[in-house]
Nanobody, 128 residues
């Protein structure tokens, strides 16, 4: 059964860097677009799209709020992993970060409703 697992979250100081990973054990992810989303503390009903990448990694989109600081990439080879690279993090980046797969299409979609399979999230806390 396909299960997505996010990792790499933790406590980081403002201005620091962090890389989140999204993978699935025993399940190739190379045919699926992937999105990264975040849910801030106290905003359980709001899940913001942060980034997406198409199945082959040739198209990426980044939210304006993190553009220039976050990037998304993927390794469709042995690592079978999608990454969210975060730099110059700010306290407002504190959130639970989720990755999700679009099982239907191969393009990068922005709407969370387009994604079918979600991980459980990894928490990022930006604090001095």
């Amino acid at each position: 059964q396909l299960q997505l697992v996010e990792s790499g979250g933790g406590l980081v100081q403002p201005g620091g860097s962090l890389t989140l990973s999204c993978t699935a054990s025993g399940w190739p992810l190379d045919r699926y677009p992937v999105g990264w989303f975040r849910q801030a503390p106290g905003k359980e009903r709001e899940r913001d799209t942060i980034a997406c990448i198409n199945s082959v990694g040739s198209v990426t989109k980044i939210a304006d709020s993190v553009k220039g600081r976050f990037t998304i990439s993927r390794d469709n080879g042995v690592k079978n992993t999608i990454y969210l690279h975060m730099k110059d993090v700010r306290p407002e980046d504190s959130a639970t970060y989720f990755c999700a797969l679009d099982l239907i299409d191969r393009v990068c979609r922005w709407e969370g409703e387009s994604y079918d399979k979600w991980g459980r999230g990894t928490q990022v806390i930006v604090s001095a």
